[in-house]
């Protein structure tokens, strides 16, 4: 992985062209308790090449002051993303990306602004087309970390409805972060990433159910990429989506659940792949 990891780099390095106007808008969408800030190699290095990047933090999530443990629906955890989509002129495209749970909001955003979104682009995310409407749809599409131990001994939660209720936000416990979601990446990060990730609010997340209206989500390119190390969403439960709605390309990161993190390179690599063929 060493050695691919640098040829990599030395190929961007190669093939880099000077920053050229209308280059590609990404707008980078995280996962559950993450935020803006776990996309910052990435960031510096589409902007080093010219592209136009937003890193958005979702309702609660990244400095978002809103205390997750409020936010019980998807339309409202979700509101960020949309009215960023809102706000934007009829004639701009954006190409969406999402990791993890993030892809829950990129399907959002591809069923209600298909217009807007030029190409979806889903890093081991949940990618299902109407969101958690069967009970294969939850087997498919939430972390199962029962390997780790039972879910009360794997996370932290909180029960912003009473003690006795469901619990309404969750994060993996610190003492457990390294080991289930950034095993693979640098020390640094994962060191970072233990100090600012904040619980994710799951009752929102699992009622996250999507209107077809029309085709127009169907008109959206989509790109799967797949993590193959992954210990967070396991490598058949992504096949899965990717079988059951089947996305134009497929590609495979040697990474754990977070290659922002542990392949910058190769990652960076894949979406300027994808800006030059859309």
């Given at each position: 992985?060493?050695?691919?990891?640098?040829?990599?780099?030395?190929?961007?390095?190669?093939?880099?062209?000077?920053?050229?106007?209308?280059?590609?808008?990404?707008?980078?969408?995280?996962?559950?308790?993450?935020?803006?800030?776990?996309?910052?190699?990435?960031?510096?290095?589409?902007?080093?090449?010219?592209?136009?990047?937003?890193?958005?933090?979702?309702?609660?999530?990244?400095?978002?002051?809103?205390?997750?443990?409020?936010?019980?629906?998807?339309?409202?955890?979700?509101k960020p993303l949309i009215d960023f989509l809102s706000s934007l002129p009829d004639s701009e495209q954006v190409i969406l990306v999402g990791h993890s749970?993030?892809?829950?909001?990129?399907?959002?955003?591809?069923?209600?602004?298909?217009?807007?979104?030029?190409?979806?682009?889903?890093?081991?995310?949940?990618?299902?087309?109407?969101?958690?409407?069967?009970?294969?749809?939850?087997?498919?599409?939430?972390?199962?970390?029962?390997?780790?131990?039972?879910?009360?001994?794997?996370?932290?939660?909180?029960?912003?409805?009473?003690?006795?209720?469901?619990?309404?936000?969750?994060?993996?416990?610190?003492?457990?972060?390294?080991?289930?979601?950034?095993?693979?990446?640098?020390?640094?990060?994962?060191?970072?990433?233990?100090?600012?990730?904040?619980?994710?609010?799951?009752?929102?997340?699992?009622?996250?159910?999507?209107?077809?209206?029309?085709?127009?989500?169907?008109?959206?390119?989509?790109?799967?990429?797949?993590?193959?190390?992954?210990?967070?969403?396991?490598?058949?439960?992504?096949?899965?989506?990717?079988?059951?709605?089947?996305?134009?390309?497929?590609?495979?990161?040697?990474?754990?659940?977070?290659?922002?993190?542990?392949?910058?390179?190769?990652?960076?690599?894949?979406?300027?792949?994808?800006?030059?063929?859309?």
């Amino acid at each position: 992985m060493g050695e691919e990891f640098v040829d990599m780099k030395l190929e961007i390095e190669k093939t880099k062209v000077p920053p050229q106007p209308q280059r590609a808008h990404f707008v980078l969408i995280h996962g559950i308790g993450g935020g803006g800030w776990c996309w910052y190699k990435i960031r510096s290095l589409m902007e080093n090449s010219g592209y136009k990047v937003t890193c958005l933090d979702l309702k609660g999530a990244g400095i978002d002051q809103a205390d997750p443990n409020t936010i019980v629906s998807f339309d409202e955890y979700n509101k960020p993303l949309i009215d960023f989509l809102s706000s934007l002129p009829d004639s701009e495209q954006v190409i969406l990306v999402g990791h993890s749970a993030g892809g829950l909001s990129v399907t959002d955003a591809t069923h209600k602004f298909p217009k807007k979104v030029k190409v979806a682009v889903y890093i081991a995310a949940t990618m299902l087309r109407t969101g958690f409407v069967t009970t294969q749809d939850v087997k498919d599409g939430v972390p199962d970390l029962s390997d780790f131990g039972e879910f009360a001994d794997v996370y932290d939660m909180g029960f912003g409805s009473g003690p006795d209720q469901p619990p309404t936000s969750i994060v993996v416990k610190k003492s457990l972060q390294r080991k289930i979601i950034y095993h693979i990446s640098p020390l640094e990060d994962s060191t970072l990433a233990t100090m600012v990730l904040r619980p994710g609010p799951i009752q929102a997340l699992q009622s996250a159910r999507f209107k077809e209206e029309g085709e127009g989500a169907e008109n959206v390119p989509r790109i799967y990429i797949r993590t193959a190390y992954d210990r967070v969403m396991k490598t058949e439960q992504q096949d899965a989506m990717i079988r059951k709605w089947q996305p134009q390309h497929v590609y495979t990161l040697e990474s754990d659940h977070s290659p922002f993190f542990s392949a910058p390179f190769a990652l960076f690599g894949l979406l300027l792949k994808v800006a030059a063929s859309f």
